[in-house]
């Protein structure tokens, strides 16, 4: 989830006391067995089906990390830079695994979910010598890490982004509170306001940073009439 500054630690926190409370699910029996990739040799159609079946929410899982990798894709190709797609696809479908239960628990999900991968991973066909790039490019996909290599780099911009224009305006109004409770309405705009604050420098590609503009001026424009049309979000 560089440096980090007093007003990213505002941001990361919301982000994670966001996806604390939004991707609470129902307790699972300490003995009941975890979900698993299918073993065998198509692994990249078993990673997709686990990531599918089991990694559902509004803002983040299955459609997230779809967008993530495909836009991780595109921004490499603008760069002219050479990804391993192998590491790219495994990072991008499994880096908020442990978001979920019952695979979270206590620690940065970027951390847990690196700590995770190759046990998941191993016997599904997976090239297991790429495993380190994987783990690294899980470990910094959040805007506030440092990615080092290809595929971590351009999976951090990818993910990054998406906090970014419309698709962040439905990912964290997609978080609130249906029931009144937290995070409500007001919280999900200081959500975006700080977004379109400490989001943006920790952009680090050529292409990366291309897309900025148009998803801040999106972002903004979007604020401002919510602004108007709630009395300052008054009635929000």
Known sequence: MSAITPKNCVAIALIAA???MALEAPATAADAPKPTIEKGNDWRAAVQRFAKANLKHPAWGYS???RDY????EL??????????????AAAYLHDVAAFAPFRSSGDHQDVAANLVESMLEGTGFPMEKI???RGAIRTHMYGRDPKGPEAIYLHDADALDWLGAIGVARVFGIVDP?????DG???????????????PKIVS???KSRIEPRVRELKEFLSVLRAETAGIKSL
């Open 18 to 20: 966001f996806s604390l």
């Open 206 to 208: 050529p292409a990366g």
């Open 70 to 73: 495909e836009l991780a894709k």
């Open 186 to 200: 007001p919280a999900a705009v200081k959500n975006l306001e700080d977004s379109l604050e400490s989001v943006p």
């Open 64 to 66: 997230h990390s779809t």
């Open 132 to 134: 380190d790039a994987v």
């Open 76 to 89: 490499a190709a603008a760069d002219a830079v050479t990804v391993d797609d192998d590491v790219l696809f």
């Open 179 to 183: 029931n009144g409770g937290s995070p």
